[in-house]
């Protein structure tokens, strides 16, 4: 099969952009997880601050007496979607060289009704305890 020079040189610029574009995804997906780590630590070391000065509420249902959790559960999140973004530049940049790129609808969807569920999780954990 003859490719023109043009052809060929729009294949590569079209490739740049696949990059380009999976580069900006991984950046996001740092941003996040940036974000996500910041406010655990926030989190678990504001209620170990209140908890030292005495001023954390007590009692059987207060937020406060897992917050510390909560704070490090975030950190833990913020980890995993670190690894899993790391994995995703780098297949994604892979199947881009290689000329097939297919969707992960499986990761994707784990991903979000994972976080679905914990999301509601601490909701319930919010309102009801």
């Not at 910041?38 to 917050?67: V, W």
């Not at 704070?71 to 790391?86: D, F, K, P, Y």
């Not at 992960?104 to 994972?114: A, F, K, N």
């Amino acid at each position: 099969m003859y490719r023109t020079r043009l052809s060929v040189y729009r294949t590569q610029v079209s490739n740049l952009r696949s990059h380009l574009a999976n580069e900006r995804t991984h950046l996001a997906y740092l941003r996040t997880t940036v974000s996500l780590i910041g406010f655990g630590i926030t989190i678990n070391r504001f209620s170990i601050y209140l908890i030292q000065q005495g001023t954390a509420p007590t009692g059987k249902h207060t937020m406060l007496r897992d917050a510390g959790n909560a704070g490090l559960g975030m950190v833990v999140l913020g980890l995993a979607l670190l690894v899993w973004s790391i994995y995703r530049y780098w297949r994604v940049g892979k199947d881009i060289e290689e000329g097939h790129y297919v969707p992960y609808r499986r990761g994707v969807m784990v991903t979000s009704l994972g976080l679905l569920f914990l999301g509601g999780l601490t909701a319930l954990w919010l309102f009801l305890f």
